[in-house]
C-alpha cells in the first residue's frame, strides 16, 4: 500500500524504498503487486532520469526473481519486459546485457514448464526415473535458480557430466581447491550447453564457487577462479 500511495504520488524512490522494506518485513510483496506498483512508477513518471531507471530496471529484477519462485509466468514475462523499458532508459550497457540474459532465461521458462511438469509427474510414480531427473533438475536449478531442491534430481539424472558435478556440489567441498574443481565442471557444462538460455544459470553456480574458492587459491588459480567470476553475468 505504501508504495502504491508513493508511485500514485510520483515518488519513485520512496516507491523502492518501500518494497524493500516489505521484503524485510514480510519477506516481500506478491509479485503481482510489485508488478502493479512498478507499472505505475513508469506511468506516473514517463520520463526520468538515468539514475532512477537503473534503479527500477533493478527493482524488476528483484520482482522478476519472485515471479520465478512462484511459478508466475504471465507476470514474469511482463516484469522481463519492463526491465528492458527502463534499462533501455538507463543508457546503461552492463545493465542492458544482464536484462537481455534473464529475459532470454525467462522465455526458455515459460517454454519449459510443461515438460517440467510432466516430468515431476513421472517422478511422483517414478522417483528415479533419469530421464525425468536430468529433466526437472535442469528446470529447478536454471530456470528457476532453486539449487537446493535442483541438484539431488541432477544428481540421479542420466546427463554423466551433469550427474557428476551434482554429486559434488552435494558433498559442500571446504577446501579450495576441490572448490576450484566444482566451479571448473560447472563453467564447463556453461561452455556445452546447447540450450542458450540456460549457459548463464550453470555460470552463475561456478561463479558461486570460484568466489568461495578464490580466497584460499594462489598464482594462477586464484587470477582464473577471479577473472572468470567477474567475467559472469549476475
Known amino acids: 500500500e505504501a508504495g502504491q500511495l508513493a508511485a500514485a504520488g510520483g515518488q519513485p524512490k520512496t516507491t523502492i524504498a518501500a518494497l524493500d522494506k516489505l ?8 509479485c503481482k503487486g510489485r508488478f502493479a506498483i512498478l507499472e505505475a512508477v513508469g506511468r506516473n513518471k514517463p520520463k526520468m532520469d538515468e539514475g532512477l531507471a537503473a534503479d527500477l530496471a533493478e527493482a524488476c529484477l528483484k520482482a522478476l526473481s519472485a515471479a520465478i519462485q512462484t511459478e508466475n509466468t504471465e507476470i514474469g514475462s511482463k516484469l522481463a519486459a519492463m526491465a528492458g523499458t527502463y534499462a533501455t532508459s538507463a543508457k546503461s550497457v552492463d545493465l542492458a546485457k544482464r536484462v537481455q540474459v534473464h529475459t532470454a532465461e525467462i522465455r526458455q521458462w515459460v517454454a519449459d514448464a510443461p515438460l517440467a511438469a510432466a516430468a515431476r509427474e513421472k517422478l511422483a510414480k517414478s522417483p528415479d526415473d533419469a530421464a525425468s531427473c536430468l529433466t526437472f533438475g535442469r528446470f529447478l536449478c ?62 552463475r553456480r561456478a561463479a ?22 567477474e567475467s559472469i553475468v549476475a
Open 23 to 30: 521484503d524485510v518485513l514480510f519477506g516481500g510483496a506478491s
Open 142 to 203: 536454471l530456470a528457476r535458480n532453486d539449487w537446493t531442491a535442483g541438484l539431488p534430481h541432477l544428481a540421479k539424472g542420466s546427463d554423466a557430466a551433469v550427474k557428476a558435478a551434482a554429486e559434488a556440489d552435494l558433498q559442500q567441498p571446504g577446501d579450495a581447491s576441490r572448490q576450484l574443481q566444482l566451479a571448473d565442471l560447472w563453467f564447463a557444462l556453461a561452455e556445452k550447453e546447447t540450450v542458450k538460455a540456460y549457459q548463464g544459470g550453470f555460470k
Open 208 to 229: 558461486f564457487w570460484y568466489t568461495r574458492a578464490a580466497p584460499g587459491l594462489q598464482a594462477v588459480d586464484k587470477l582464473r577462479a577471479e577473472t572468470r567470476q
